[in-house]
């Protein structure tokens, strides 16, 4: 069973339904700060969940997978089975 934390879920939630946006609207949508949203990501980019695209110096985020979001939330509400 995979566990997130309630601020991951949100940024997961506008990533899936916004596609490719900045770390401002994720902050937008999500009130939460910007160094939280930050690491967030970085750590979501290393995951392989979440690919980055900079324009300059505007960085743009996306899910790497859309299909993602759906497995992520499966397994986060299957039941647990002990041995």
Request: hydrophobic share 40%; proline share 2%.
């Amino acid at each position: 069973m995979t566990i997130i934390s309630k601020g991951r879920r949100k940024v997961l939630e506008v990533l899936a339904k916004f596609g490719e946006v900045n770390i401002s609207k994720i902050i937008r949508h999500t009130s939460l700060n910007h160094k939280v949203v930050n690491a967030y990501l970085k750590e979501m980019e290393s995951l392989g969940l979440v690919k980055e695209r900079k324009f300059g110096r505007v960085r743009m985020f996306r899910l790497s997978d859309p299909r993602i979001i759906t497995q992520i939330f499966q397994n986060a509400f299957e039941p647990k089975t002990f041995s």
